[in-house]
């Protein structure tokens, strides 16, 4: 199959999961928020587009987002974790190691902007930019690296409890010249009106990922400036 078939098949399968959400949404009372803070723990091949054959990452994320207008919001995120990299014998010898699979310290954030449209009550068409920082300590020093990062989203409430999310994402690092495409599914079932938890997987160019989290979420109309 070649590019443009395989880009054919990732718009299909956004536009099919965010068409069979419009019967199921008739159901909840309202739609998406965008003023919450949330904690979770994530487990993934590639992290702010960062991968290596054989190597993964696990950590925590701090995530939030406020929400400025009826369709503008602000959001972020933070991330602390461990960066298993596989060494091959060359870079393991310029880093005094032997060929094994090591555990470096890694850590970034993003900001930025996002935007919704509600295409129902329940349904929101959401596009976000953000900039983008990461850094990797490793016995020879820091690297770090920045960039940007843009989504697409569709946030689907399909009962009062229950959101359902599709998004699609594109992160690049200028200085690596390094990029990552993901597909994700996730899923956010409100326990209370406040407090949700959170499911969000990503299994895409050979690439998966799994995130596991808590939610809190806050009145919109208290941080909406205009």
């Known amino acids: 199959m070649n590019a443009p078939d395989l880009r054919s098949v990732r718009v299909a399968a956004v536009a099919v999961a965010a068409s069979a959400l419009l019967p199921l949404a008739a159901a909840a009372e309202g739609g998406p928020r965008y003023t919450y803070l949330g904690a979770s723990y994530e487990w993934t091949d590639v992290k702010y587009a960062v991968r290596a054959p054989g190597s993964s990452h696990d950590g925590i994320n701090i995530e939030g987002s406020v929400s400025l207008s009826s369709w503008l919001h602000l959001f972020g995120g ?8 596989q060494l091959d014998e060359e870079f393991a010898a310029e880093l005094g190691l032997p060929p094994a699979k090591v555990d470096f310290d890694f850590s970034g954030y993003h900001v930025g902007l996002g935007v919704s449209y509600p295409l129902t009550s329940m349904i929101d068409i959401v596009g976000r930019a953000a900039y983008v920082s990461a850094e990797l300590d490793t016995p020879l020093g820091r690297i770090d690296d ?4 843009v989504e697409g ?9 229950i959101e359902v999310q599709v998004g699609y994402s594109y992160t690049d690092l200028r200085d690596a010249d390094i990029q990552n495409r993901d597909l994700s599914l996730g899923l956010v079932y ?19 990922s799994l995130e ?9 109309g208290l941080t ?3």
């Open 78 to 85: 933070y991330y602390d974790g461990d960066f298993g990299l």
């Open 146 to 149: 920045d960039g940007f990062m």
């Open 153 to 161: 989203l569709v946030r689907a409430m399909i009962s009062d409890n």
């Open 190 to 208: 409100n326990v209370t009106n406040e407090v949700a938890v959170r499911l969000r997987g990503v299994v895409f160019d050979n690439d998966t």
């Open 212 to 220: 596991l989290g808590i939610r809190l979420y806050f009145g919109d």
């Open 224 to 226: 909406q400036l205009f």
